[in-house]
């Protein structure tokens, strides 16, 4: 196992604002160690106004990778030299790999999530899905859910206007049925298979806040997915888990994010076992 930095330790690292939080450097250290790869992960903070020349400074520094966050996702896209179609159609590259002509832009939280759900035995395929919530991180998820064929996708948000941009927009690629509701016409929902929460209500420090109190809602589904993982168990998958739903929570989203960033920037597959060894550090550093 490798533990020193030397002259040729190579440079990865995550940029964003905040990212005082971020536990994508452990993920990321752990697993160079596992595979004894002369790496080093790191968060850059990039400042309000900074974004251009980060990027480029990461560049003239030679930093093999950067993974990117809130609120530069969208923002780095035309900093770029190439972003794969799939980052171009959720419009969001959440991962960045260097080049000898500049970087290259991917987007590894829909497959993150696939990977989860897939490890968790959830198929999307032929699935009546709805999401709730209509942001960037819904973005990721609508496009993921019709690119792996779901049966239809209802969209619930607050501001309707904005589902409605969303639905038209994963329609514009996918031939998929999409419906949009408000948050005032949850009743309307009909019969579906898995529900899919990907607003920042019910995360740490509001942990009692749910994007949906109407008790009949937890009656029509039977599987729920919420993207927050602190809490490991929002108020949302408490009261789905009450009325008999299977649950998982988005730490799987984000661990695989980050293995599946690794496994960009370094042209391998990371096998099963690494996987288990990279999980059971963090369940013991995080219980
Ligand atoms: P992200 O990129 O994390 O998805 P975002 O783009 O700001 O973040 O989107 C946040 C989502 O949570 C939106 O769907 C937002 O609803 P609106 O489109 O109506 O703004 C939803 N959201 C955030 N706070 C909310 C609240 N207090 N009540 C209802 N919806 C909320």
């Given at each position: 196992m490798r533990q020193k930095i030397n002259g040729e330790t190579k440079v990865l690292g995550l940029i964003g604002n905040p990212i005082e939080h971020t536990i994508s450097p452990i993920?990321?250290?752990?697993?160079?160690?596992?595979?004894?790869?002369?790496?080093v992960y790191l968060p850059f903070k990039v400042e309000n106004g900074m974004l251009d020349k980060a990027i480029e400074g990461a560049r003239a520094l030679n930093i093999k990778g950067l993974n990117v966050t809130v609120p530069y996702k969208e923002q780095v896209m035309d900093k770029l030299i190439e972003i794969t179609p799939f980052a171009k159609q959720i419009g969001a590259v959440n991962t960045l790999k260097f080049t000898d002509n500049g970087y290259i832009g991917y987007n590894t939280d829909a497959d993150g999530l696939n990977a989860s759900?897939?490890?968790?035995?959830?198929?999307?395929?032929?699935?009546?899905?709805?999401?709730?919530?209509a942001g960037g991180a819904a973005k990721a998820v609508g496009m993921l859910c019709?690119?792996?064929k779901c049966k239809k996708i209802t969209i619930i948000n607050r501001t309707v206007i904005?589902?409605?941009?969303?639905?038209?927009?994963?329609?514009?690629?996918?031939?998929?049925?999409?419906k949009v509701l408000g948050l005032d016409e949850i009743g309307?929902?009909?019969?579906?298979d898995i529900a899919i929460q990907t607003t920042p209500i019910g995360m740490s420090p509001k942990v009692h806040?749910?994007?949906?109190d109407?008790?009949?809602f937890y009656k029509k589904f039977h599987i729920a997915v919420d993207l927050i993982y602190n809490p490991t168990k929002t108020?949302?998958?408490?009261e789905a888990e009450k009325n008999g739903i299977k649950i998982l929570n988005g730490f799987g989203m984000l661990f695989y994010q980050g293995i599946k960033a690794y496994e960009v920037w370094n042209d391998i597959i990371i096998t099963e076992d690494i996987l288990e060894d990279v999980m059971n550090e963090l369940i013991n550093l995080y219980g």
């Amino acid at each position: 196992m490798r533990q020193k930095i030397n002259g040729e330790t190579k440079v990865l690292g995550l940029i964003g604002n905040p990212i005082e939080h971020t536990i994508s450097p452990i993920i990321h250290n752990i697993l160079a160690s596992k595979l004894d790869m002369n790496y080093v992960y790191l968060p850059f903070k990039v400042e309000n106004g900074m974004l251009d020349k980060a990027i480029e400074g990461a560049r003239a520094l030679n930093i093999k990778g950067l993974n990117v966050t809130v609120p530069y996702k969208e923002q780095v896209m035309d900093k770029l030299i190439e972003i794969t179609p799939f980052a171009k159609q959720i419009g969001a590259v959440n991962t960045l790999k260097f080049t000898d002509n500049g970087y290259i832009g991917y987007n590894t939280d829909a497959d993150g999530l696939n990977a989860s759900l897939i490890k968790n035995s959830i198929k999307l395929k032929d699935s009546k899905i709805v999401i709730i919530g209509a942001g960037g991180a819904a973005k990721a998820v609508g496009m993921l859910c019709a690119r792996e064929k779901c049966k239809k996708i209802t969209i619930i948000n607050r501001t309707v206007i904005k589902g409605q941009i969303l639905a038209n927009n994963i329609r514009q690629y996918y031939n998929v049925e999409t419906k949009v509701l408000g948050l005032d016409e949850i009743g309307k929902i009909e019969p579906f298979d898995i529900a899919i929460q990907t607003t920042p209500i019910g995360m740490s420090p509001k942990v009692h806040d749910n994007p949906i109190d109407d008790t009949d809602f937890y009656k029509k589904f039977h599987i729920a997915v919420d993207l927050i993982y602190n809490p490991t168990k929002t108020e949302f998958l408490e009261e789905a888990e009450k009325n008999g739903i299977k649950i998982l929570n988005g730490f799987g989203m984000l661990f695989y994010q980050g293995i599946k960033a690794y496994e960009v920037w370094n042209d391998i597959i990371i096998t099963e076992d690494i996987l288990e060894d990279v999980m059971n550090e963090l369940i013991n550093l995080y219980g």
